[in-house]
């Protein structure tokens, strides 16, 4: 990937001289005639250059608009309005970092082209985008070139789309962005107080133990009555009676009232959660009442094979709700049914939801290092300070990193009033600041500095009932605030009033930071992993080392008394006084520390990455170290008044960063710049992203209006009365904030309070998730029409509602049971109209509509993956045998990984039910190994051909198949390899009588004799009806590029 902007524009270098001088003569042009050729010439160039430097130049002004419009972090693919030469700009912006420039040239010779732009984020980070001046081309070329990099950017091409490269930038603020769906909603329209149950049926072992239990309890009941033993007979009865109700099919439990049913977005049967879970169902479903999606996944999976899915979700859904567990290990994720444009609100990121799955640690966290001691002013005209980022090492180089930043200064910036400003961080200010600017002053802050953190405190929970375990959120608009109040009531109100701000400010940067905090603990919390590549460490920072042994030389024989100066600034008296403790503790330190120990503390106090180290360690030697170089850094950052040391390690620092490897597309920055007018106040802080949260579980022994924490395997518990379900919300605020940091006693007070102000929620679906009245008007569920703003383009393939008529009914009756005797077999009916939009229709109401080529074969790709287990059976309607199969070979080039297993028909002229006649028939293949004919070997293009030609007769009545197979070979030597007597073994080993999966045992049979023959075709030919059935199964080096669709 290069690695600067580029704008590729060539000139052929003009001649000097004319070089030699050529006699004149008979067939050389006169001068004059040459002076008119290069005239004429040179004016070509001079009407060309301009053309090819404008193509370059529109190109770069485009993408220009596009990160005008989109400064911060955007991965998407846009597109320009095509000008009067038909050229537009394509803009790919930040791919997935496992993407390459070199995959993206691969994809279509369109983008042969590619020059990379890049954009400042920060003081030195980077967002790279892929731009291309896309020559003239058709509507349906670009909506396949925007099918196919989605599919390579996204893993799929559903509901694909390309946003306009638009002037206006969208909505900063959006209504409805903060949604409190709380656990007792998630109960009861989810899950409901019933355990259900599917009645059961009688099985052959417990109707023989039902009945030997009443045939033998007869008999022994007989002979006690006999006897007049009739305490003997009661317990007889007894004894019988509960062995036969055992032994009897369970009754069915039906779902609770109000629960809602969801549906699989590819059709089937409208299902409550319970029966999905107990079923262990994966996939997307969405509520048949509008207004919820769910993501089905396995605890047990590795969630990178469900890349398509989650992008499935992120389009679909806007905001990141809440989760349930199951007993069995299946989880869904809740979402809500997307209400915003995916410009304003855009869908999660695939490679951050899998990062977030795969963090093997239980905190991630980002901050502003303002406590490094050589953090600080760098430049007093402009009062601009710096300090370094700190970032997880998961979170280096990532969209979620930088964002991180973004919303951390908003948190500083717009909690003091908009006083503190970023370098080259643009976002819009809000009209207002946050109401805590006024509670953040010297006078309320206890030592004149406050710490701005975002976390995860009290921000998810989870309730765990029976066989069910909900994770809710407290709100989706932001993330809690901390101030690190303590018992500062003036701090707590600021806490507070700044949350409620926050959370209705309608950010969509605070709303995303929400989702993946969300996701995060969903994941830990319910052991949900992904595969990932191996976490590159941050690089360390040695370009300090020197200077901090220099500086604390200095600072040990610093004098540090000045009783004048003391006397006339008396807000002096305590810097001094600390910096002298701290000298003194870094003299005790160093009197009885070893060489590797003074190294350690000059190394913490010069290289933040080795204090966050330094900080994860639990001996007692470290911590006395960390105290030490705590104080020290304090107290050489109070005394320091010469900026130069500062601005030499800053500049060290950032040329050190700047020289780490990386191969994606992000690239976070490493320090901040910012300057602030607050007087009187520090600002420092950050992200604290825990993976743990709070369990809360009903328990009637606690008194209502109270809560009772129990240690359970040492994990926190909450107990609470089931009576204060509605309350819960505003407890766990409390307690999820306060626990571990504020008197219990004042916790409880609190508690109580809010036990007796809770309310019951009324609230019905659209009330709580702020559905417009509108919603019903999309176009399909989730990301419908109104997704895309005006100018975007749509692609890809989306589910849609199922038509009626037709004859795909028969049809799909007719092939779901041609694998009736060998497992599953799974149809998919393949048509393609006039204008070469396709449509797949499948069993159970599923129908799936592509806008073009690539955008079906991947949609058929993903539908096949999906069936491993089975047999799938695509048709082909309304298609010539070459498309089906261009279309088919395709099918397998995407995937040639999975093993799945795949027939195909196409239409000829059999009614369903005389097909279904022939596929139903059985045939004996054995017998027609006798009746095999091959070929002498034949020209066939470029390729050598042999055809193999045999009669399959019935099993009982019924027609015979005549069956064609063409091999293809690169050389005649290969060909000559087939021998009738190999065919004829194989022929010979075939145990299926079924069409299809003796077809399918040919074929690998074929592969395993043949290796180097890379097509074969099977023409099975019914010779009443001169129909044929076909199974196609190309090598990739087969097919010409008239064949390929995609």
């Not at 070199?102 to 400042?120: G, M």
């Not at 995303?512 to 994941?523: N, T």
Request: glycine content about 8%.
């Amino acid at each position: 990937m290069r690695s600067d902007s580029q704008h590729d524009m060539a000139a052929a270098p003009a001649e000097s001289g004319l070089g030699s001088r050529r006699a004149a003569g008979r067939g050389c042009p006169s001068l004059a005639v040459r002076s008119l050729l290069l005239y004429l010439a040179a004016l070509l160039g001079f009407l060309l250059v301009p053309a090819a430097w404008a193509d370059a130049h529109k190109s770069q002004n485009d993408w220009v608009r596009f990160r005008a419009t989109y400064p911060l972090n955007m991965q998407v693919i846009a597109l320009s309005e095509p000008g009067g030469d038909g050229h537009r700009t394509l803009v790919i912006s930040e791919p997935p970092p496992d993407v390459t420039l070199e995959d993206l040239k691969q994809i279509s010779p369109l983008l042969s082209a590619i020059s990379l732009q890049k954009s400042r984020i920060g003081y030195n980070g980077v967002l790279i985008d892929a731009v291309v001046d896309l020559p003239p081309a058709s509507q349906a070329q670009v909506d396949s070139l925007v099918a196919m990099l989605s599919t390579r950017l996204y893993g799929t091409s559903y509901k694909a789309y390309a946003l306009p490269i638009a002037d206006t930038p969208p909505p900063s603020r959006l209504s409805g962005l903060d949604v409190t769906l709380t656990s007792k909603q998630i109960w009861k329209w989810f899950i409901g107080d019933n355990r259900e149950r599917r009645a059961g049926t009688w099985t052959l072992q417990n109707g023989t133990i039902a009945l030997l239990t009443i045939l033998i309890g007869a008999v022994l009941v007989y002979q006690a009555i006999r006897r007049r033993r009739f305490i003997l007979t009661l317990i007889l009865l007894g004894v019988g009676v509960s062995i036969v109700l055992n032994a009897a099919p369970d009754s069915e439990i039906p779902p609770s009232a109000g629960v809602l049913r969801l549906q699989s977005l590819q059709g089937g049967p409208a299902m409550t959660l319970q029966q999905i879970l107990d079923r262990g169902a994966r996939g997307v479903y969405a509520s048949t009442e509008r207004g919820f999606i769910v993501w089905c996944i396995a605890a047990n999976k590795d969630l990178a094979s469900s890349r398509a899915e989650a992008r499935e979700f992120a389009l679909d859904t806007d905001l990141v709700l809440g989760g349930v567990g199951a007993a069995n290990g299946y989880v869904v994720i809740i979402g809500r049914e997307r209400i915003n444009r995916v410009d304003t609100l855009p869908p999660l990121r695939v490679e951050t939801v899998m990062l977030l799955a795969s963090a093997d640690r239980d905190e991630l966290s980002q901050s502003y290092e303002r406590t490094f001691a050589f953090a600080g002013r760098i430049d007093d005209t402009r009062k601009l300070d710096w300090a370094p980022i700190y970032l997880s090492d998961q979170l280096i180089d990532t969209e979620y990193g930088s964002l991180l930043n973004v919303t951390d200064q908003m948190l500083k910036s717009w909690s003091m009033g908009g006083k503190v400003h970023y370098v080259n961080f643009r976002y819009p200010d809000p009209p207002s600041f946050s109401p805590s600017s006024p509670l953040l002053t010297k006078e309320t802050i206890e030592g004149g500095s406050v710490t701005f953190n975002w976390n995860t405190k009290g921000a998810g929970y989870a309730v765990q009932q029976g066989d069910f375990d909900v994770y809710a959120l407290h709100r989706t608009g932001a993330l809690p605030i901390d101030y690190l109040a303590g018992d500062n009531s003036n701090v707590r109100a600021a806490e507070d009033a700044s949350y409620d701000w926050f959370g209705t400010l309608g950010d969509a940067n605070l709303a995303r930071v929400v989702q993946y905090a969300a996701l995060y603990q969903l994941f830990v919390h319910f052991d949900i992993h992904a595969a990932a590549e191996p976490v590159r460490a941050a690089p360390r920072f040695d370009g300090a080392h020197e200077t901090t042994a220099q500086v604390l030389d200095n600072f040990l024989s610093a004098g540090l008394s000045a009783p004048d100066l003391e006397a006339a600034h008396p807000e002096l008296t305590k810097m001094l006084d600390d910096a002298r403790k701290a000298q003194s503790e870094l003299r005790a330190y160093l009197d009885t520390a070893t060489d590797a120990q003074r190294e350690a503390l000059i190394d913490a106090i010069a290289d933040p990455v080795a204090f966050r180290v330094a900080t994860a360690k639990s001996d007692a030697q470290t911590h006395a170290m960390l105290k030490v170089v705590v104080h020290v850094a304090d107290a050489l950052q109070n005394l320091s008044r010469d900026n130069s040391v500062r601005i030499a390690v800053a500049k060290s620092y950032v040329e050190q960063w700047n020289k780490r490897p990386t191969s994606g597309w992000i690239r976070t920055p490493s320090v901040v710049i910012s300057s602030a007018s607050v007087p009187g106040a520090d600002v420092q802080g950050g992200h604290n992203l825990s993976s743990a949260i709070l369990d809360y579980q009903a328990d009637s022994s606690v008194a209502r209006g109270t809560v009772k924490v129990v240690d359970q395997n040492g994990h926190p518990v909450v107990l609470y009365n089931h009576a204060d379900a509605d309350g819960l919300p505003a407890v766990e605020r409390i307690v999820g904030r306060d626990a571990g940091s504020r008197d219990p006693a004042l916790i409880e007070q609190d508690v109580q309070s809010a036990f007796r102000q809770a309310k019951l929620d009324m609230r019905n679906v659209s009330e709580t998730l702020h559905l417009p009245a509108d919603i019903a008007q999309g176009a399909g569920r989730g990301m419908g029409g109104g997704g895309i703003p005006p100018g975007g383009y749509r692609s890809g393939w989306r589910f849609a509602p199922e038509p009626g008529g037709g004859s795909d009914g028969q049809l799909l009756a007719a092939f779901a049971t041609t694998q009736k005797d060998h497992g599953l077999s799974v149809p998919l009916i393949i048509t393609r109209d006039a204008n070469m939009q396709f449509s797949v229709h499948g069993p159970d109401g599923l129908f799936v509509e592509a806008t073009n080529p690539p955008a079906a074969v991947d949609a058929l790709r993903q539908l096949a993956a999906q069936h491993s287990d089975a047999v799938v059976h695509l048709h082909f309607h309304n298609m010539d045998e070459r498309s089906a199969r261009s279309l088919l070979n395709s099918v397998k080039l995407q995937d040639s990984s999975q093993d799945v297993r795949l027939i195909a028909t196409s239409d000829g002229t059999m009614e369903p039910q005389a097909l279904k006649a022939v596929l139903d028939a059985r045939y004996d293949w054995a017998k027609a190994a006798e009746s095999v004919r091959v070929s002498e070997p034949i020209q066939a293009g470029d390729r050598i051909a042999i055809d193999l030609e045999m009669k399959v007769d019935a099993i009982g009545s019924g027609p015979s198949l005549l069956v064609r197979i063409r091999l293809f070979f690169d050389t005649l030597s290969d060909a000559l390899k087939v021998k009738l007597a190999d065919i004829q073994a194989m022929l010979h080993n075939i145990q299926s009588p079924d069409v299809a999966l003796a077809s399918i045992k040919l074929r690998h049979d074929l592969h395993v004799a043949y290796g180097s023959f890379d097509d074969t075709s099977f023409q099975f030919v019914d010779k009443q009806n001169k129909d044929f059935y076909v199974v196609s199964r190309p090598s990739p080096d087969t097919s010409d590029e008239n064949d390929r669709l995609a």
